[in-house]
């Protein structure tokens, strides 16, 4: 199990590598570099230069690549050059945010997803089982603006039981900060659950028609210990994955959803940066964003492995 | 049918709607099962042996539709209510499937899939599941028990998988249990020993078996009665010695000729049944078995015959021309 630990985690440094040259040759090519945006239109061409020499922007860029990631190993990623703010100050700041919505929506969208996926999959082919897999179509073809849009009117407008924008921060107060995050969660969980449901849902059909099934059922097993233990665990690997994609996604913010409702996380930070040419900011989030998500991946690939022995044991 | 009978299967009929119509899996079954008793059931692929258990387990698939009565220790299983099947199944109706690579669960331990039917049926606390689950083990002949408990499927062979398979069926001292070809995904050297270990647990244990098989040689020394499928239907039924003293369906007879022999000289090709069995969408209208048989004439194509008694009692078949003890085979 070590080794295989040990295994997996130098799979990440490749892909770690490739990342941050990613990132770093698309904020390359971005039109414009840093010194005409820090000197604005008016700027000579002389002044750029000039510039542009003292930031080293006028060597190769396999020099700055190396020159960023020396920095970055060293665990300097950058300044903004508007706000004066570093990188890591920047996401320290907004990760929070982004992080709870995240763990909220992708609670909310487990709670909803999961039940209704066992239940459909125990009576596959029934009506509610039809029109649960036709709701859960309907609802993944509608937007997230949508979704709160029609949320915020309930629920804020109509009902007036949650604010509908803003944010506290947790350690402020807990309460408040909890009817913030409530709206913005569901309309997250609400574009999650569907996949969740119809992911976990195919998985334990096809779970059901196993020989291990027609087995636990001649032990005369109670039909509940048959489906939570025998038929979910086996099915659960897919789940895993997705989840674990989610949240992926999850960390880098979800633009719209952190617009609408006026959060300040990681999402909002990205916009903001690519509005005010903020490259700095743009490339260091990004990196960071990409390292949480291939972190996420591999802790999903440790979960495969507690779930499914044959993993661990290298059979599969 | 005898009263004294643990299990009576009688005019069981299996029905699977298919897109090619009603294909007919079972049709009008009788047999029975004394208490300590064990029967083979012997067929070719496809003659619905396993559609017959698995209409004796009550689990056949959803879309299947079963008749007739299927009489355990008393009770009609088809009409039992689920909760009163499921306390059935497993403590005292035991099945061991066919193939352990599949039959397991590959998700939880040995000790998990062992204990878990014994604290359902035996209200044993996990310790004394745990205890009573490592004695089994032993007595399936699997070395080093105690540990086996925290292995997972995949970390056993084909055969020691099998073997935790017959003492999960075994676990709650079952009256009957269904052996569903048990030694067909098992390498040959691995067979005779889990059948051993099978004829060896069901007579110590005093229990009822019933091996499902496509195989003769495996139900000859080891079962006291032998009944013969062909196409959902049950064609010679006896007491296995008078069976292979005398067969008398030509099905039976062409099924013990398929087997291989040691004796055969080199490259002797294997007589095999020419044909293939009919198909079950389309029934006969004459006994299922005429288009492939030497012996077929007359009414063989126009009438089916019935299963019944003729020279002895207890020997019956379902043929027009049975093979008499003079004639050469």
Known sequence: MLFFVARRLLYLVPVLIAVSVLTFVIASLLPGDLAYVILGDQATPENVAALRHDMGLDLPIWQRYFGWLWQILQGDFGRSFRTGQTVLQAVSERVPVSFELMIFAELIGLAIGVPLAIACAAKAGSAFDRLMTGSAFGMLSVPTFLSAILLIYLFAVELRWLPATGYVPFTEDPIANLRFMVLPALTLALAEWPGIMRVLRSDMIAALQEDYIALAKAKGLKPSRILFVHALKPSSLTLVTITGINIGRLIGGTVIVETIFALPGIGRLLVGAIYTRDLIILQGVVLLVAAGFVIMNFIVDMLYAVLDPRIRHGHA | ?329
């Open chain 2, 1 to 329: 049918m005898s009263g004294a009978a643990l299990l009576s299967v009688e005019n069981a009929v299996v029905d699977l709607p298919t897109p090619r119509g009603n294909l007919r899996a079972v049709d009008h079954v009788d047999l029975a099962v004394g208490a300590g008793k064990t029967l083979g059931i012997v067929g070719e692929s496809g003659c619905g042996k396993t559609m017959l258990s698995r209409a004796i387990l009550q689990l056949l698939p959803k879309k299947a539709k079963l008749s007739g009565r299927v009489m355990f220790d008393g009770q009609d299983l088809p009409a039992l209510p689920a909760e009163k099947l499921r306390r059935l199944r497993g403590r005292s109706l035991a099945v061991v499937f066919q193939d352990p690579m599949t039959s397991l669960n590959p998700v939880l331990t040995i000790g998990t899939q062992l204990t878990e039917t014994m604290q359902e049926h035996l209200e044993l606390d996990l310790g004394k599941a745990r205890q009573r689950a490592i004695e089994l083990l032993a007595a399936v002949g699997i070395p080093a028990p105690e540990q086996r408990l925290s292995q997972y499927p995949h970390q056993l062979s084909g055969g020691m998988r099998q073997r935790v398979a017959i003492a999960v069926a075994l676990s709650c001292e079952p009256k009957l249990l269904i052996a569903d070809e048990p030694t067909t995904a098992l390498d040959v050297t691995i067979q005779a020993q889990i059948l051993d270990l099978l004829a060896r647990e069901q007579q110590r244990r005093h229990m009822a078996m019933i091996i499902i098989t496509h195989d003769l040689g495996v139900v000859a020394g080891r079962t006291d009665e032998v009944a013969v499928m062909y196409a959902g239907r049950v064609v010679e039924r006896a007491p296995t010695p008078s069976l292979f003293k005398q067969m008398r369906m030509p099905y039976t007879e062409a099924l013990l000729a398929a087997l291989p022999k040691l004796d055969a000289a080199p490259h002797t090709p294997l007589p095999a049944i020419s044909g293939r069995p009919p198909d079950p969408t389309r029934p006969l209208k004459g006994c299922s078995f005429s288009p492939r048989c030497r012996y077929s004439a007359g009414r063989c194509g126009t009438e089916k015959p019935h299963l019944s008694a003729a020279e002895a009692p207890d020997h019956l078949y379902a043929c027009f021309h049975p093979i008499t003890a003079g004639a050469d085979a």
